[in-house]
């Protein structure tokens, strides 16, 4: 997997919920700042001498070894970078600060990487038992504007019906995520380890 993993991340959530959540990712600084933007979500992050966040805590409470916001997209709507992975660990923790003020809220994620190798979906909601997530990856996905050059005919329609294919695998994708879940076949959270 390439290193940057692009995430859509939205939460279906109550207005309070949303505008909680939206705040903390206004807080989180910007660009390349981790440290701030796990302090935004985090209670006792892992943070080194020089300020940066440890990559062992990181991985193990986020997901991935770095992670930031990259822009709003609307509300309740935010695209954020992560490193080689989707951020599983911190899109439970973000799941986890929506339902203390909506029990009924929920989180989706689309994601891909800068290839387009994965692109996939994971969603995290409750079912009867409690909280459970899903997840839908495709590794076969190929952009035929991959092959041409930017300004060679045809390359502009070639990349938009890529991404048209992108966006219906997403969205089929994230049906079947909420179906997965909804008949109780959804994966329990995973435990994240807490520094001490």
């Known amino acids: 997997m390439a290193n940057n993993v692009t995430n859509i991340i939205k939460i279906v959530a109550n207005e309070e919920a949303i505008k909680s959540i939206d705040n903390r990712f206004e807080s989180a600084g910007g660009y390349a700042d981790v440290a701030m933007f796990?302090?935004?979500?985090?209670?006792?992050?892992?943070?080194?001498?020089?300020?940066?966040?440890?990559?062992?805590?990181?991985?193990?409470?986020?997901?991935?070894?770095?992670?930031?916001?990259?822009?709003?997209?609307?509300?309740?709507?935010?695209?954020?970078?992560?490193?080689?992975?989707?951020?599983?660990?911190?899109?439970?923790?973000?799941?986890?600060?929506?339902?203390?003020?909506?029990?009924?809220?929920?989180?989706?994620n689309r994601y891909n990487d800068e290839g387009y190798s994965p692109v996939g979906v994971m969603v995290f909601k409750k079912d009867d038992q409690g909280p459970k997530w899903a997840e839908i990856e495709d590794y076969d996905m190929e952009n035929p504007a991959d092959d041409m050059d930017w300004d060679e005919e045809g390359y502009d329609e070639a990349q938009m019906s890529f991404m048209d294919e992108v966006y219906d695998f997403q969205e089929q994708s994230i049906e079947r995520c909420h179906n997965i879940i909804n008949l109780g076949e959804g994966e329990p959270f995973k435990q994240i380890k807490v520094s001490e």
């Open 38 to 108: 796990v302090k935004a979500f985090y209670d006792n992050p892992e943070i080194s001498d020089n300020g940066g966040v440890m990559n062992s805590w990181s991985l193990d409470n986020v997901g991935s070894k770095w992670i930031y916001v990259e822009n709003n997209i609307d509300s309740g709507e935010w695209n954020i970078q992560s490193a080689n992975y989707p951020p599983h660990e911190f899109l439970q923790r973000l799941y986890e600060l929506v339902t203390e003020i909506d029990p009924e809220g929920y989180i989706e």
